[in-house]
């Protein structure tokens, strides 16, 4: 990375880490998790469609407070969680106790050169990093995530939409996916709908 670009992207994860930090400072939950239908359903989809079984190692990007977070590590034997925001992730630390959390930047965490993931999940949290200013690291992020599959490993992605010109933006994630060489093997829009936003769920799988 050029040093601009570098300084392109700390300033944009200083402004997110700054964003979420207060977002998350206002009130606990304040994605509603634990009371809206809509989140529950989203989480229980998610969950089918990383498969029937036991899972060894998994990446959860964009964890926020560990709802999603505390269901891998039931079926995970390790589960790394990954965050910008220290607020969230001081309330994931006590929903999930069993996790790994880190708190990071995707844009420039890597995990350790060892580590290889039977999935990765990637919740309602692209769209933060896909900035003005940061296409070219943007772009690189698909190659790199996909690189930390093993071999079978799924990746998954859960975005919610509200218009046409929403719902194809989120596809153009799982379109950098494919162009990563990673394999398609199910998309859906669960049934469950908050004020208008649902959500594009596309399963990969690196061949
Ligand atoms: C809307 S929440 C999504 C929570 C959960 N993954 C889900 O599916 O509902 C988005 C989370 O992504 C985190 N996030 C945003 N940009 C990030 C970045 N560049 N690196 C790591 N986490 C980031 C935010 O702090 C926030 O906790």
């Given at each position: 990375?050029?040093?601009?670009?570098?300084?392109?992207?700390?300033?944009?994860?200083?402004?997110?880490?700054?964003?979420m930090n207060r977002q998350f400072g206002r009130r606990e939950d304040p994605f509603s998790y634990a009371t809206t239908p809509y989140e529950a359903?989203r989480l229980?989809?998610?969950?089918?469609?990383?498969?029937?079984?036991?899972?060894?190692?998994?990446?959860?990007?964009g964890c926020a407070e560990g709802h999603f977070t505390e269901r891998?590590?039931?079926?995970?034997?390790?589960?790394?969680?990954?965050d910008?925001s220290?607020v969230a992730l001081a309330r994931a630390l006590k929903r999930a106790?069993?996790?790994?959390?880190?708190?990071?930047?995707?844009?420039?965490?890597?995990?350790?050169?060892?580590?290889?993931?039977?999935?990765?999940?990637?919740g309602d949290?692209?769209?933060?990093?896909?900035?003005?200013?940061?296409?070219?690291?943007?772009?690189?992020?698909?190659?790199?995530?996909?690189?930390?599959?093993?071999?079978?490993?799924?990746?998954?992605?859960?975005?919610?939409?509200?218009?046409?010109?929403?719902?194809?933006?989120?596809?153009?994630?799982?379109?950098?996916?494919?162009?990563?060489?990673?394999?398609?093997?199910?998309?859906?829009?669960?049934?469950?709908?908050r004020?208008?936003?649902?959500?594009?769920?596309?399963?990969?799988?690196?061949?």
């Amino acid at each position: 990375m050029s040093v601009w670009s570098e300084l392109r992207v700390s300033w944009q994860a200083f402004k997110t880490r700054r964003k979420m930090n207060r977002q998350f400072g206002r009130r606990e939950d304040p994605f509603s998790y634990a009371t809206t239908p809509y989140e529950a359903a989203r989480l229980d989809a998610m969950d089918a469609a990383l498969g029937p079984g036991r899972l060894e190692e998994v990446l959860e990007v964009g964890c926020a407070e560990g709802h999603f977070t505390e269901r891998l590590t039931r079926r995970a034997r390790r589960v790394t969680a990954l965050d910008i925001s220290t607020v969230a992730l001081a309330r994931a630390l006590k929903r999930a106790p069993g996790a790994v959390f880190v708190a990071a930047d995707l844009m420039t965490w890597a995990p350790r050169p060892e580590a290889a993931y039977d999935a990765i999940v990637l919740g309602d949290v692209l769209y933060y990093l896909d900035r003005p200013g940061v296409g070219a690291e943007f772009a690189a992020l698909f190659p790199r995530l996909a690189s930390w599959l093993k071999p079978g490993g799924r990746l998954l992605l859960a975005h919610g939409f509200s218009s046409d010109k929403e719902l194809a933006h989120r596809r153009s994630f799982r379109e950098r996916f494919e162009a990563a060489a990673l394999r398609l093997v199910s998309e859906t829009i669960p049934d469950a709908d908050r004020g208008g936003v649902r959500c594009l769920l596309s399963t990969l799988e690196k061949i």
